[in-house]
């Protein structure tokens, strides 16, 4: 029998729970996908928590990778045996995203990829990269995109531009992997020397300790040469926009993903005016924006960077290892 985690109300690491899930044939349109990894995120541990109400019994986890088992009528796209990845925003296939798009995220409006066995619409997955096992490939549809769209789609970054990147988590680090492959120069912030270190083995251009260093906005400008920054990937929120803002040079462009640092706070709104800054907040993306990801992997032959796996009968534990606060990277769920 396939097996399932599932979360009761009110929520909590305490209150995850292994079910059986048995997935129904696919029907018209359909696949049925085999999950065999997934992986945490910042939205998964807020579902778990039950800081993002969701019903009673909901499977968790928007991230997963598999192998397709079965094939409804009228999907041409997938054979079994091909190796998919699910997509985030399974109704944001492309185009401009609206509020009917972006409803049904896996593991809060509808159950998620922490189960054995899957059956959902062919367009809620996309191929996954050749050259990554499953565990790498989970990785992908959140953290993974965020950072893609970020600075390929909305920032259309180029080969000799500069890229900050904040902290080590699964966002920021795909971020400095994607910009140190299309040819970008990289400063990377983090509280941490010893993580700084492994910053620097990834390809860190200048590296910044935030605790030692809180006004690090004027010191990526100094390592600029007084130009300023062309990119941010910012996940800190109001807590850090200010140094962000100060990061950037006139015209820079900053991706706003993240509120790890405060949901509110004061903002320059007059250095962004002044700088004509382009801030845009960045909720993961479209399918045909995971499409393109996947390519530009294959391409490049990037793989993701892994902390710890753990089964997924210990879900909660990996959870618990993610709010100590010592990951370097993605920490992953094999099924």
């Not at 405060?262 to 709104?269: K, L």
Request: hydrophobic fraction near 40%; proline fraction near 5%; include cysteine.
């Amino acid at each position: 029998m396939a097996r399932a985690m599932r979360v009761k109300k009110p929520g909590g690491l305490d209150n995850l729970y292994l079910d059986a899930a048995p997935a129904p044939p696919p029907g018209k349109g359909e696949i049925s996908v085999r999950i065999r990894a997934s992986s945490l995120n910042y939205h998964d541990y807020l579902v778990v928590k039950g800081m993002i109400p969701a019903e009673e019994g909901r499977i968790p986890m928007s991230d997963g990778a598999g192998e397709v088992t079965a094939v409804g009528e009228g999907v041409r796209e997938f054979a079994v045996g091909d190796r998919v990845i699910s997509t985030f925003f399974p109704d944001w296939l492309s185009g401009t995203p609206t509020q009917a798009k972006l409803r049904a995220v896996p593991g809060d409006r509808t159950d998620g990829c922490a189960r054995e066995e899957v059956t959902a619409p062919a367009t809620s997955f996309t191929r996954a990269p050749k050259h990554m096992s499953f565990e790498e490939a989970a990785t992908l549809p959140c953290a993974g995109l965020t950072a893609w769209r970020a600075l390929i789609v909305e920032g259309g970054l180029k080969s000799g531009e500069t890229v900050l990147v904040q902290g080590t988590g699964g966002v920021s680090i795909f971020a400095l992997q994607i910009a140190k492959a299309a040819g970008a120069t990289v400063i990377a912030t983090s509280s941490s020397d010893a993580k700084i270190e492994r910053l620097k083995a990834l390809g860190a251009d200048c590296t910044i300790n935030y605790r030692t260093t809180p006004n690090w906005g004027a010191e990526a400008q100094k390592f600029t040469q007084g130009r300023g920054v062309d990119h941010v990937v910012e996940i800190g929120g109001a807590g850090t926009l200010t140094q962000s803002i100060s990061a950037c040079r006139i015209g820079g462009h900053i991706s706003m993903i993240g509120v790890l640092a405060g949901f509110a706070g004061e903002v320059n709104t007059a250095m962004i005016m002044g700088k004509q800054i382009r801030l845009i907040g960045i909720t993961v993306g479209a399918r045909e924006h995971q499409e393109d990801m996947v390519r530009g992997m294959e391409a490049t032959g990037l793989k993701p960077v892994l902390d710890k796996t753990f089964p997924l009968e210990t879900l909660a534990d990996a959870f618990r290892h993610e709010e100590g606060g010592t990951h370097f990277g993605k920490i992953v769920i094999t099924i």
